[in-house]
């Protein structure tokens, strides 16, 4: 009696702590004649890291703008923490976003705003969530200080360099604290030493806040370093998933694709 109980437990373990906090199933979406996504299928594990590659034009950023409510699909379900994101209205996707942090391809800084008032930006846009907080200025210190550039407080965005601009939307993104955190292009358009800074500040930031991550690259160096997990999008499906060790020893002409230099 006593192995078979063990046997249950062990049996539950895995189950338990591979919690799925987004679960994207058979999700189609076309403009036209263009069938970006065509049944694509994605789980996000509570605390993982998640790579998605792509090509360009692939339909990367078109996902992930489904998955926080910010376009609609033809087809498919989406659920974030638990909630049905395709028919949730404004208001309650509000909630689900605070919890969301998300560095846009590009870093995507207001211009006409310094770095403190694009960091104050989501505290005052999720304000429920900071219903105590009378002083945004600590909180926009610390997520400065975990990116290293509490000193870029004051400046304008057209002041700073491509990477301190990368740090900073990276600060913008995790200021509410948020459980997850949707990187898209977290080092394109950045040299490969400031890519890798970039990188090493996703990991100190998993560790410090342990986020779940939901990683948008076609960078393979940012891929082998982050990822836990993969999935390769290809014709508008979750082509092949593994760890970047399996994809990268597999035979598929498809996927040894991505690895090729
Ligand atoms: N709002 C839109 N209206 C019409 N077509 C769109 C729209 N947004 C994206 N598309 C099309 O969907 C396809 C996928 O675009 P998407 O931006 O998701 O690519 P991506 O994989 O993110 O590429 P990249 O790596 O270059 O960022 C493209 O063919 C694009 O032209
Ligand atoms: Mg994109």
């Given at each position: 009696m006593k192995i078979k109980e063990e046997e249950i437990m062990e049996d539950e373990k895995p189950v338990a702590s591979k919690k799925v906090i987004i679960d994207i199933q058979d999700l189609y979406k076309s403009f036209g004649d263009n069938h970006v996504l065509n049944g694509f299928n994605m789980q996000l594990h509570e605390g993982e890291n998640l790579v998605v590659m792509?090509?360009?034009g692939s339909g990367k950023s078109v996902m992930i703008k489904c998955l926080v409510g910010l376009m609609k699909p033809d087809s498919g379900h989406i659920s974030?923490?638990?909630k049905d994101i395709v028919t949730l209205d404004q208001e309650a996707l509000d909630i689900i976003r605070a919890d969301i942090g998300f560095l846009f391809q590009g870093s995507a800084l207001y211009d006409s705003m310094t770095v403190r008032e694009n960091l104050e930006f989501p505290m005052r846009r999720h304000k429920e969530k900071l219903a105590n907080v009378k002083d945004?200025?600590?909180?926009?210190?610390?997520?400065?200080?975990?990116?290293?550039l509490e000193h870029t407080m004051e400046l304008m965005p057209a002041e700073l360099s491509g990477g301190m601009k990368r740090r900073v939307a990276l600060a913008r993104a995790i200021i509410l604290r948020p459980k997850i955190i949707f990187y898209d292009e977290p080092t394109s358009g950045l040299d490969p030493i400031t890519a890798k800074e970039i990188i090493e500040l996703m990991r100190s930031i998993q560790k410090k806040y342990g986020t779940s991550s939901l990683i948008i690259t076609h960078d393979v160096d940012c891929a082998r370093v982050i990822s836990e997990r993969m999935i390769l999008l290809v014709d508008g499906i979750n082509y092949a998933e593994?760890?970047?060790e399996e994809l990268v020893s597999s035979t598929d002409e498809k996927v040894l694709a991505f690895f090729k230099k």
């Open positions: 792509g090509k360009s974030v923490m638990g945004t200025e600590p909180f926009v210190l610390e997520a400065l200080r975990s990116v290293g593994g760890t970047f």
